[in-house]
């Protein structure tokens, strides 16, 4: 009964870790795809899980970088919910190609909808051009519940490389591929010199497919940590059976 109570325990140890390895990607606020060209115009889904039992997310809130601000944001209609887009002034103006910027998309809203417990909502935004001189941009956001709690997810990396409490979702910039791609189709980039008080009309969605291909990848993690599991169930009634079976 010892063994079995010892392989009992590994099983449970085994199990632990492996949801510890597979959930993670599934928490927190998070930018689909994570990772986009610098000087493109690209396509991202804001990805927001519910994290609660007991409540629904009614509002989103994301803000916009003002120290590297974008000039062109546009919002995809996500039924059921209304979108607010809000300018501002910025600390102090930016040189782009279009001209010196001095308002930018400062923040977009997201309310009126739910995403229930064991649920998640994705919302789709346009956004260039990127800039070229940084290699990340944070997106602080705050997640409100139906029961008045408001989640603030603002906290940047630590310094010892470990995942902060509640980590703002964080946009990776990489350089341009050679031949000039700028990852999004050029439709969704704006004339030259549109002013930056009429951007969020300018560019238009792309396909979702990179924010499809991120939910298939979490779900594969999911599935290899049931294999895992199965496994090591098998191997334990395999050891029971071995020790159970008379000697000649």
Do not use: C
């Amino acid at each position: 009964m010892s063994f079995i109570r010892r392989a009992a325990t590994v099983l449970a140890a085994t199990t632990a870790l492996t949801a510890g390895l597979a959930l993670p990607a599934l928490a927190h606020v998070s930018i689909q795809p994570g990772s986009a060209e610098q000087g493109s115009f690209s396509k991202v889904a804001f990805r927001v899980p519910n994290e609660r039992d007991d409540a629904s997310t009614t509002k989103v809130e994301v803000s916009l970088p003002t120290d590297h601000p974008l000039a062109f944001v546009s919002v995809k209609p996500v039924p059921g919910w209304k979108v607010q887009v809000t300018e501002g002034k910025l600390p102090a103006p930016v040189k782009t190609e279009y001209g010196d910027l001095d308002e930018a998309v400062t923040k977009i809203v997201w309310s009126g909808g739910e995403i229930k417990p064991g649920e998640f909502q994705e919302f789709e935004v346009s956004l260039g051009k990127l800039p070229t001189d940084v290699d990340q941009l944070f997106f602080p956001t705050k997640q409100t519940y139906s029961g008045g709690e408001v989640v603030d997810w603002s906290d940047a990396p630590k310094a010892d490389g470990s995942e902060a409490e509640h980590p703002a979702p964080l946009l990776k910039l990489v350089p341009a591929a050679a031949g000039g791609g700028h990852g999004a189709p050029a439709s969704a980039a704006p004339a030259a010199g549109t002013p930056t008080a009429a951007a969020s009309a300018a560019a238009s969605a792309a396909p979702a497919a990179a924010a499809e291909t991120s939910q298939a990848d979490s779900t594969a993690r999911l599935l290899g940590g049931a294999g895992l599991v199965v496994g090591v169930i098998g191997v334990v009634v395999g050891v029971v059976g071995l020790r159970r079976r008379p000697t000649a």
